[in-house]
């Protein structure tokens, strides 16, 4: 019998949070580690961050003790049955991946046998587990990024006949589901004017027909995916539009906005751009990351979705970090990454010459101006 997922306590769902949290661990590690299911893992990560500023909290703490104090004050008074009987009808209306949730594999007065029982879950479903990333969609994903970065303009209808030819046997629904892990979508010159996330404000574009022409006039940022032996991070850059300058990046195992965060805040200690550009990513038009911008006198430029010219040399840099470094290295571990990446940026911020800037760095480019 296949083993199945455990009913996770609170202290484990922390536990595997923080660990997400540090960014030291691609999510399919941790999946391995821990047996938890990716995806229930960025939630974790998500519901840590978002409920973490409220822990310390003097009112959040006076609730939880008088919680905790009602709780063991019925557990004390009520018997066995009772106990049974309140606690199905709480439980009645579950689906069954909400019934695998409420099972308490160190319930003091149930066992996971009569748990699963009295909320009709059959047990081999309660021990389910699911699986991480296989390693042939790790190798596909591998491509699709190689193929991407010479052909940005390849949707999964074409990306999956380029496979194809490469002697992959793989269908359209299986590459549209890894590009869409990977946040890769075809970039297109569009009719309409895209929209942005629903519920956000939609930013003009600031830099058609702008003669660029310091440094700190624009900023760009974007986000691209890192391939890894097992698993994949994602990499978020800032970059000074007029010269080619590096000047923050971060690294996530997942596609939260609290990485991009992190790079908003380590650029903005350097200097302040007259316009930030991005894409119309959810990481780039939340709320809070473009009161972050506002709140520093920034303009804030974003360019219509899937638009292949509006951040080009962002775009460029990708080609340039995995050609030139991730892919000759192949790193193993994310703390790896980190170091690998450091390295390289410093290198090419400080010693790589560019064409485009007359074989000048950067840095001397930077600088100067």
């Known amino acids: 019998m296949t083993k199945k997922r455990q009913r996770r306590s609170a202290q484990f769902k922390f536990q595997v949070a923080l660990e997400a949290l540090k960014e030291q661990k691609t999510l399919s590690q941790l999946a391995n580690e821990y047996e938890v299911h990716p995806t229930q893992i960025t939630q974790w990560k998500k519901q840590l961050l978002d409920g973490g500023t409220s822990l310390f909290g003097q009112q959040h703490l006076r609730e939880q003790h008088e919680q905790t104090t009602r709780e063991a004050e019925l557990f004390e008074q009520i018997g066995r049955l009772k106990m049974e009987l309140e606690w199905l009808k709480k439980k009645l209306t579950a689906s069954a991946d909400d019934k695998r949730e409420l099972i308490e594999p160190s319930h003091p007065a149930f066992s996971?046998?009569?748990?699963?029982?009295?909320?009709?879950?059959?047990?081999?479903?309660?021990?389910?587990?699911?699986?991480?990333?296989?390693?042939?969609?790790?190798?596909?994903?591998?491509?699709?990024?190689?193929?991407?970065?010479?052909?940005?303009?390849?949707?999964?209808?074409?990306?999956?006949?380029?496979?194809?030819?490469?002697?992959?046997?793989?269908?359209?629904?299986?590459?549209?589901?890894?590009?869409?892990?990977?946040?890769?979508?075809?970039?297109?010159?569009?009719?309409?004017?895209?929209?942005?996330?629903?519920?956000?404000?939609?930013?003009?574009?600031?830099?058609?027909?702008?003669?660029?022409?310091?440094?700190?006039?624009?900023?760009?940022?974007?986000?691209?995916?890192?391939?890894?032996?097992?698993?994949?991070?994602?990499?978020?850059?800032?970059?000074?539009?007029?010269?080619?300058?590096?000047?923050?990046?971060?690294?996530?195992?997942?596609?939260?906005g609290n990485f991009c965060h992190t790079a908003l805040h380590q650029a903005l200690r350097h200097g302040t751009p007259t316009i930030f550009n991005t894409d119309q990513g959810s990481q780039f038009t939340a709320q809070s990351f473009t009161t972050l911008l506002e709140q520093a006198g920034v303009q804030i430029s974003m360019d219509g979705r899937g638009r292949v010219f509006d951040n080009i040399f962002v775009e460029r840099l990708w080609r340039t970090v995995k050609y030139e470094h991730l892919y000759l290295y192949e790193y193993e571990t994310v703390p790896a990454v980190v170091v690998g990446l450091d390295g390289y940026f410093q290198f090419y911020n400080t010693e790589r010459p560019h064409q485009s800037l007359a074989y000048r760095t950067p840095k001397e480019v930077h600088d100067q101006a």
């Open 112 to 256: 996971i046998r009569r748990q699963c029982a009295l909320l009709g879950l059959n047990r081999a479903t309660y021990y389910y587990q699911p699986a991480a990333e296989d390693p042939a969609n790790l190798e596909l994903m591998r491509q699709i990024d190689k193929q991407y970065l010479e052909t940005p303009f390849y949707g999964w209808p074409r990306m999956t006949v380029a496979l194809q030819r490469q002697g992959y046997q793989v269908n359209g629904k299986r590459v549209r589901r890894l590009m869409r892990l990977m946040g890769l979508q075809a970039v297109t010159v569009r009719k309409r004017p895209a929209t942005s996330t629903p519920g956000h404000r939609i930013y003009p574009y600031l830099l058609r027909d702008l003669a660029i022409e310091r440094p700190n006039q624009v900023w760009c940022a974007d986000i691209t995916y890192v391939p890894m032996p097992l698993g994949f991070v994602y990499l978020v850059a800032i970059m000074d539009w007029f010269s080619r300058y590096v000047v923050a990046w971060a690294l996530s195992n997942s596609l939260d």
